[in-house]
């Protein structure tokens, strides 16, 4: 509702991973029929980068006027709003700022000792 995506805290995703803390500004929100084009994750120079940009913008329900360039990262979030249409937010990467990964201690074995019996049977 417009109520929550008018409010900039509503618009700023933070997203924290053992390797970074980010936060994502969200530039584009909208509802549309199944597809996979707003999924493009490659480009092969600058200009499909931007018109890709011009194509989820444009779909947008709002212009935040927020800026992306060449080289941006962008976080493209997709759920399901009933059986054919999907809700889409991308947001760009405004701020990441680098942790340290927790240690993870190697993994020993203790060692395992196994005793076996045989008894042998002599009968009549």
């Known amino acids: 509702s417009s109520s929550w995506y008018n409010k900039d805290a509503n618009r ?3 997203f924290n991973t053992p390797y970074a803390n980010m936060k994502w500004q969200i530039f584009s929100i909208y509802k549309i029929k199944t597809t996979t084009d707003y999924l493009e994750s490659e480009f092969e120079n ?4 931007r018109n890709f940009v011009n194509l989820i913008k444009g779909r947008c329900i709002k212009d935040f006027g927020v800026d992306v360039q060449p080289g941006d ?9 009933n059986n054919s249409t999907r809700n889409v937010i991308h947001a ?15 993994i020993t074995e203790s060692p395992t000792t196994i005793t076996t019996t045989t008894t ?3 009968g009549h």
Request: aromatic share 8%.
């Open 73 to 81: 990262k962008i976080l493209t979030l997709s759920t399901c709003y």
């Open 120 to 122: 042998e049977y002599v």
């Open 12 to 14: 700023l995703i933070p």
């Open 92 to 106: 760009v990467l405004v701020e990441e700022n680098p942790t340290t990964p927790p240690v993870q201690e190697p």
């Open 46 to 49: 600058d200009d499909a980068y």
